[in-house]
C-alpha cells in the first residue's frame, strides 16, 4: 500500500538520513515527532450517502461515505443492527495501486477500522432493530482512497467516524409484515467518539502520522483507538519490526493524549456534541 | 406518484427548458499522485478522473511496438448510487470502461509513446444520468492535465426523450422515467463522434433532432473543459471538491 | 473476440489492400458493401430448450436456447417478468478464443443484443407476472458461439430473436402459495421485431456485415436495430476509431432498409406472423 | 406418476431391448475454424467436439520436451440440461474434462509432437444420459479429422441396471430413475479400458455382465466411428446439424 | 496431486527399476503386491465435530470431520438429507502442493469419495428430513489432508467413512415454524460400510495401495467400492493409462477381498457393529 | 442462560484461577514432507504448524536479492469451529496471516537465505479462544525444527477481561462473553513486542495489567516451547496426535 516504491540502495540511504534527523528530534517535512500533519474534515459531500465526510490529512485523501440499508441480522445476534466498514484502495490514489479485490493490506485496514468503531461500541447497534430477529438497520461504511500519503489507518478512520457523526437515515416501519419507509430522519444512536492514533517505530524514534516516505522505512506501526472517555478500546501492530514494552506504554500514552485533539477536530467538523 | 417530465410551459422536473444542460463544473489537478486529474460535477455526478503515464506496461508482452495502450476503468463508489453498490466491478462498469476507452482513443496521440501505457481511471463518487459522458468529459481534461499529446479534446453529452419529446442531457429521474437515452461523444474540431449508444425508441425524425441536440451539448462542454484547463494553466483560483450548492 | 490475429505489417498491408478495393465498391468476398452474406436460420434444434435457433452468416455459427424459469422480480419493478441475456464465445469458436470468464468484448456483444431486445419492448414483460411482487416469469437466452467470422453483434441477436420468436414456455399457477406447472403452453407475448444491423468503417468506406478479416482492420463498427415500425430502439458504436455526422445518419438508413429485409428472413423462419 | 422402466415383454420406456443402443449419428467436421471437429447425436445428446493443434503451449513452461499435452474441456451450455445450467464449469464438468482426457491419452500419439499442445474443446448442446461416453465417440473422431496421429479410435458406451436388470446404454430417465449406471470407453484393436467409472450398486454377477454388455455397446460405436470418418474422406454428403427426428 | 516432482530422466530409470522389481512380486518397501501398509484409524480427535476420524496410511495423513448441520432439500428430493463431501489438499501437506481452491485431482478424490458413500446408500437420507421439503440435516463431511505419501483415495474414504460411523448430531425439533434443537444426540441411519480399494497398474504389474513413488510411475489407477454384502457400489479409473479386460475383473475380485480386510478395521477402530 | 465468568472464590468458568494458562501440549516433527514442523493442543486448540523452505521462490521475481521472503499461511479446517467453515480463506484468515507473519519475521534470519522463501502453513483443526497466538507459538518451534537460524523463538499469549477483571488466556467461552482480549506476541530475549492486538475496552490502569499479565503468559509458553524442542532433540518420546484429555 506504499506509494514509495522501494528500492534497496536508495530505501537504505533514506533510512539512515531520516533516523539521523529524528535522533535530532526533527523530520523531513518540519514536524514535531508527535504532531500530525494539517487534518482537514468536510461532511455531506455525497448527498445521496446518508452520511459522508472527505478526511485530508497532509497529501492523503480519503471519502467515506455510509448506507444506512435494511437487512436480516446474524443468527447469533437477533437483536442487534449490522455494522459493515469496507475499504478500496482506489488505482488512482497511487501509482503502485492496482485494481482489483483488497490485498491484505487493504483488509487489515478495513478491519482495523471497523474494530476501532466497533470495540468502542460508538454504535448503539440494539437500538438498530426494526423486528428482532427478522428484520434491522444495516450500516454499510464505504471508503474510497484518492490519494495517498501515508498514514491510511487514522485517514480512514476518522473519515468513517466522521460520516457516521453526521448520518442521518431513513426510518422504516413494519405494516402487515412488510418494510415500508416513513418520512421520519434520525442521526444513528451513537454513545462515544474513537480515535485512532497511529505510530510509526523508525530506528529508535517514535513518530506519530507517518507519511509515505516514512511508512516507506519504518520498522514497525502502532494504532491505538481511544473512546471519549479516554479508555483504549482497539489496538494493531503493523510491520515487520518490534516494539519495546516501553515503547507500547508510552504509546498508550500519546493515543490518548493526541485522540483528544483530534476528537475535538471531528466534533468541530460535525457539530456533534453527544 | 409520478413525476411530471415536462409541463405545459415546456419545462422539466427540475426547471430545465428541453435543451438545457445541467450546471456543469470542472476542476483540474485535484490529485497528488497521479499525472493529471479532474473533478467534475455534471448535475449531481460527482467524478473524478486520474490519469497515470506514459508509464512501463506489465506485463511487458501487451505492451505495443509502435504505440502506447491506452487503459481504462471506471468505477463507481458503494455510496454513490441511491441503493448501495457491490465494490467489485458490474458487467455494465466493464462496458462503460470499454466504451470510454474507445472514445478516448481517437484523441490520444497513442504513436507518441510507445511501448508505454496511459492508464485513465475514474471513480464516480456521486451518480447522476449521464455519467459516462461527464466521465469522457473529465478523463479528456485529465489526460491534458497530465501532458499527453492529443490532437482534440473529447467533449460529450446525452440527448434523450421524455413525454415524447427530444430534450438534452437527462438527469437520473428522466433517465428512469424517459422513454429514450443517447450518450453521444465528439472530437468538436473533427467533427468525429466517437462514442454512440442508444436506448429506446426514436422515430427517424427523433433521431436526428436527438442526434443535433446531443451534438449541441457537446459543443457547450467543450467550452467548459477548455475554460476549466485555461483557469488552471493561466488563471488563479484553488481546485477544491466542496459541494457546489 | 477477433479470429484473425493481428500482425502489425501483415495487418497494415492487409489494410491497405481492402481499402483500395472497397474504393472500388468491392469486397474480398466479391459482396457488394451493403449485402449481408447468406443468412441461415433454423429453429427448434435444442427440443429440451423453450425456444432455440442457430444462425449461421457466412462462417459464423451461432446457438440461441431460451429457457423460461420461474423466479422473483426486483423489488423497484414487481410487476414485471425478467430477461436475462447472455452469451459464450466457446473455446471452439475460433482459435484465439480461451476458456474462462466472458472478456470485456463477450460482455459488451451481450449487453447489445440484450438492449436491443429490451429496449424495442419486443417481449411484453408485463404479461410475466404470475403474482406481483412475487413470483414471474424469467426469460434466460443464452448464446453459445460455435464458430467465428465477423459480425458476432448481428448473429448472436438474430439467434435470440429466432429463438424468442418460436419459443413455447409452461405457465405456472400459485396454489395455496406454491407454483405448480400447469400442462398449458403458451408463446411468450411479443410485440415487435427488434433487427440489429451492423456497419464497419475501414477507411473512409462502409460496409454491412463484416468478416473477421475485415473487423481485423476496420476503424470503427455501430450497430443499430430497428423494431418493425422502422423506429430505431437500440445503439451501439464500438472500436477506438469515429465515425462522421453524415456515416451516423445514414447509417440509421441503411440500418432500416436492411432490418426489413432480415425481418422478413426471421419471420419466414419462425412462422411469426405477429 | 412412475415410469415403468422394463415392461413385461422386456421393453423400456422408450421401446428398446435391454441390449439395444440409442440411435447414433455422427459427421464429421462440422466447424470451419477448428483443426478438426465432429457433431454428435446419441440418444438427445447433441454434442460438438473441436479440436486445435498441435500449436504452441502458453504458458511455455507448461510445454513437454518429448511429447504434446493434450487438454480437454467438457462444457454444458445453459439451455443444454431441464433447468437452465450455470455457465461458469461446475465440478462435475471439471472431473468429466479430466476422465475423457485420459480416456483419449492412451489413443494419441503425443510423442509425435513434441513441445506443442492438443486442445479437445466439447460442448453439450443437449443432454442426455450418457453424454460422457457421446463426448469421448466425438473426440476421437474429431481428432482423426484433425490429422492426430492415434493408435486406435476409442469407442465409448455404457452399461447400467434397471429394475435389477442389467441393460445397455442408458437415457436421462433410466440414469434418474435406474439403480446404476457404468460408463466405458475402451480401444477397440488393442482391447484395453481406458475410461470407467461405476455409480450404483452391482453384484459380482451383474458387473460381469454389465461389463460384457459395454464392450459390446463401445464395438457397436466404433463401427458408426469409422462409417462417419468414411463418408466425410471418401464418401459424399454435406456435414449439416439439423434435427435427425 | 502427487508429492514426488517428476524428473523426466530420473522418472524413467525409477520406472524401469521399479518394474523390473514388480516383475519378481517385490516392492520398493518390502510389501507384497497385495498388501496395504500399516493402517491406523483414531476416532474423535475433533470433540467439535458431530464425528472425526484422523487415517494413517504409510506416510499419507488425512483428517475427515462431520458436521450435521440443518438445511434445505433439493427441489427434486425434498424427502432426502443432505450429504457434502469436500477435501483439501492442504499446502502442508507435500512440497508440491499450493494453496487455492481444489485442482482437477482433488476434486475428482472429493467426488469419487462422495460417490462411493452416496452410491453405497450408507446413510439412510430418507431418515434425515426434519420436515419434507423444508428442513433436512445436511452431514456436511470435510477433509483436510495432512500429508501425502501416495493412495490418497482410500486413505481419504476410510476417514470420512469411520467419521460417519462415529457420528453424534444434535437432533431438531420443528416449533411453531422454526428450528429448536433438543438435548437429543443420535448415530447417523447407516445401513453399509462402503470400502474402497485402489489398484495400480505400473508396466505389467498390478498393485494396491500405492505409495507417492508408485504413484508418479504408475499406468493406471482403479478404485473398486464395495458395500457390506461384497457389491461393487461405486468405481473410478484414473490416469493415462489402460487397463486389461482381465485386470479389470480381477480388479473386482481383489476390491472384495481387501475391501473386507479394511471393513473389520473400521469395524474396530468405531466399534460399529450395525 | 449467562455463564458465570467469575465466581465468588476468583474462579473463571473452566476452575482457572485469573492468571492461569491453559493446559498446553506441544509436539515437534509430526509431519513427514515438510522440513520442520509442530502440533500444539493449546486449550481446545489443536494446531499444526509446517514450515517449507528455504526453498526457490516461483515467480522469481518474487525474491529477494539480500534475504528471504517470509510467507504465512493461516486456515481453519472446515470442521474447526462450532458451525462449519467455508474452506475459502476468510478476510479474518487474511489478516492473521498478515500479523502472524509480521510476528514472526523479526525473529527470523533471513539475511542468511537471501533469494529463497520460507514458507509456514497453519492449520487450524479445532479452534478454541487464542488461536493465533498458539499458532504462533507453534511456527516457532517449527522454524526450529526446520532448522532456519533465528535470533529467538517468539512466544505468544492473550491477555482479556472478563467480568471487569483483567485475566490471562481466554478461551473461546470467554472471548465471546467477556469484554476484551488482547493477543501478545515477543522475543522473550529481547523483551520486543513482534504482535499486538486488542479488542474491547480498557482503561489505562486495566491496559498496563493486561500488558504485565500477556507478558507473563508469554514467558510461560516460551518455557513449553524450548521442553517440547529438548524433548524431541534431546529427549525421547514418539509424536503422536491423539486427544490429550
Redesign the interface.
Known amino acids: 500500500m506504499s506509494a514509495v516504491k522501494k528500492s534497496l540502495v536508495v530505501e537504505q540511504l533514506r533510512r539512515n538520513q531520516m533516523i539521523e534527523l529524528l535522533a535530532q528530534g526533527k523530520r523531513m517535512d518540519g514536524r514535531g515527532l508527535l504532531d500530525y500533519r494539517a487534518i482537514k474534515i468536510e461532511t455531506g459531500i455525497i448527498p445521496k450517502a446518508s452520511g459522508s465526510a472527505k478526511v485530508t490529512i497532509g497529501d492523503t485523501q480519503v471519502i467515506a461515505g455510509v448506507k444506512v440499508e435494511t437487512g436480516t441480522p446474524f443468527p447469533d445476534t437477533p437483536d442487534q443492527g449490522l455494522l459493515i466498514v469496507n475499504a478500496e484502495l482506489l488505482p488512482l490514489s497511487s501509482p503502485y495501486a492496482e485494481p482489483g479485490p483488497p490485498d491484505e493490506g487493504v483488509i487489515e485496514l478495513a478491519r482495523v477500522v471497523d474494530r476501532g468503531i466497533r470495540e468502542s461500541q460508538m454504535i448503539d447497534v440494539s437500538q438498530l432493530v426494526i423486528k428482532e430477529g427478522e428484520k434491522v438497520y444495516a450500516v454499510f461504511a464505504d471508503v474510497s482512497i484518492l490519494n495517498t500519503d501515508g498514514n491510511l489507518f487514522d485517514t480512514t478512520s476518522y473519515a468513517v467516524v466522521a460520516a457516521l457523526l453526521s448520518a442521518k437515515y431513513t426510518k422504516y416501519e413494519m405494516v402487515d409484515g412488510k418494510l415500508r419507509p416513513t418520512e421520519v430522519k434520525e442521526a444513528l444512536p451513537l454513545r462515544t467518539i474513537p480515535v485512532s492514533v497511529t505510530i510509526a517505530k523508525i530506528g529508535d524514534s517514535i513518530v506519530v502520522d507517518p507519511t509515505d516516505e516514512e511508512e516507506a522505512v519504518m520498522d514497525a506501526r502502532l494504532t491505538l483507538t481511544t473512546d471519549s472517555n479516554g479508555n483504549i478500546c482497539a489496538g494493531q501492530k503493523g510491520e515487520p519490526g518490534t516494539f519495546s514494552f516501553d515503547q507500547m506504554l508510552s504509546g498508550a500514552d500519546t493515543s490518548r493524549m493526541k485522540g483528544q485533539e483530534i476528537r475535538n477536530l471531528l466534533k468541530e467538523a460535525t457539530g456533534y456534541t453527544g | 406518484m409520478t413525476t411530471v417530465l415536462l409541463d405545459d410551459r415546456g419545462l422539466r422536473h427540475d426547471g430545465r427548458r428541453v435543451d438545457e444542460l445541467r450546471p456543469v463544473k470542472i476542476e483540474v489537478g485535484v ?4 499525472n493529471g ?1 479532474a473533478y467534475i460535477e455534471f448535475g ?1 455526478n ?1 467524478i ?3 490519469v ?1 503515464g506514459p ?1 512501463e506496461v506489465h506485463p511487458k508482452h501487451m505492451a505495443l ?2 504505440r502506447a495502450v ?1 487503459r481504462c ?1 471506471y ?1 463507481m ?8 453498490k457491490n ?2 466491478p458490474s ?2 462498469e ?2 462503460i ?3 470510454i ?2 472514445a478516448l ?2 484523441a490520444v496521440l497513442l504513436y507518441d509513446y510507445p511501448r508505454t501505457a496511459i ?1 485513465v ?3 464516480v ?3 447522476d444520468g449521464g455519467s459516462r459522458c461527464a466521465s469522457i468529459a473529465a478523463s479528456s481534461v485529465a489526460l491534458a492535465d497530465a501532458g499527453i499529446n492529443m490532437k482534440d479534446l473529447v467533449c460529450a453529452c446525452a440527448a434523450g426523450k421524455i413525454a415524447d419529446q427530444v430534450v438534452l442531457d437527462l438527469d437520473d429521474v428522466e433517465d428512469k422515467e424517459g422513454s429514450g437515452d ?1 450518450p453521444l461523444a ?2 468538436p474540431n ?15 425524425q427523433q ?2 433532432q436527438a ?1 443535433s441536440f446531443a ?1 449541441d451539448g457537446c459543443k457547450r462542454v467543450y467550452q467548459l473543459q477548455k475554460e476549466a484547463l485555461m483557469k488552471k494553466y493561466f488563471g488563479q483560483g484553488e481546485p477544491s ?3 457546489s450548492e
Do not use: W
Open positions: 490529485l497528488k499522485n497521479a486529474s449531481k460527482k473524478i478522473a486520474a497515470y508509464k511496438p509502435d491506452l476503468r468505477h463508489s458503494p455510496f454513490s448510487t441511491d441503493t448501495r465494490p467489485a458487467r455494465r466493464i462496458e470502461s470499454k466504451v476507452r474507445e482513443e481517437p492508464d481511471f475514474l471513480e463518487l456521486q451518480s443517447m465528439m472530437m473533427f467533427e468525429q463522434v466517437t462514442l454512440f449508444q442508444l436506448d429506446g425508441i426514436l422515430s427517424s433521431f436526428k442526434f451534438l471538491m466542496e459541494e
